[in-house]
């Protein structure tokens, strides 16, 4: 579990991902059916010898032992877990016909297959959401696993989630100098040498169309803000204006 969170397990995404993601949705499959095939892909590498991004593959496989643990579906689970606590009340994976005409369009792109009734509950892709409802969420890591007076993690559990498990392995795919891997988030460990915004420590995550979140425990923020385009100079235009609106 260690290794599949902070991307070291060998499961690559990429074209094994795109597999993943393909196969659970033309198939109308499951968790259970698919994750049990993976044992016929090859690694790319031991796992724990390096770190390369495995966004999808590796999150549903911890998807799937969510549900052999907690006897429930994925879904059923994050919904009663945390969307509910966090009253995070538009947030879905079957988005509702009653708002449909809310969700965005992404600029460039046919999105009108990605989107209808599932049966692939995946561990990374296929919410739909809101900057509020996220912004809920990243409040509750910010505030040490609590928020609207629930608690969801202790203090402890979140500071072992967001510090820096990799130290120096090999980057692939994904990563750089100065930055590091908690468990299912980016950590900053040097903000000069990772030409970062943000403070040593801060932790957060990103989505393939400008989906981006992160928390600065340094100075008690939490951000999120969603376009509807790749990665982007607006990114970095917003982390410098939240910067810049810190009061000392």
Known sequence: IHHLLTHTSGLMS???????????KEARGT???????????????????????SGTTGFDVVAR???????VPFNEFVQTRIFDPLEMNDTHY?????????????????MSGWFGETTYFSGSVGLSST????????QMLTNGGELFGRRLLSPRTVTMMTS??????????KGGPGRGAGYAVGVIVDPV?????????AFGSGGAFGTISWS?????????????????????????AVRQAIID
């Open 31 to 53: 968790l259970a059916r698919y994750i049990p095939t993976l044992v016929e892909v090859p690694l790319d590498f031991q796992p724990g010898s390096r770190r390369a991004y």
């Open 131 to 138: 900057a509020k409802d996220y912004l809920h969420f990243q």
């Open 94 to 110: 079957d988005l509702p016909p009653s708002k449909a005409s809310r969700r965005v369009a992404i600029r460039g792109r046919d």
């Open 164 to 173: 820096n498990h990799v130290g120096g392995l090999p980057v692939g795919r």
């Open 193 to 201: 040498v990772a030409n970062s915004r943000r403070s040593a420590g």
């Open 14 to 24: 990429g074209g094994l991902g795109a597999a993943v993601s393909g196969r659970g």
């Open 65 to 71: 032992i969510i549900e052999i643990v907690s006897g």
């Open 216 to 240: 600065d425990p340094a100075e008690e923020i939490a951000a999120v803000i969603m376009l509807q385009q790749p990665y982007g100079a607006a990114i970095y235009d917003f982390e410098n």
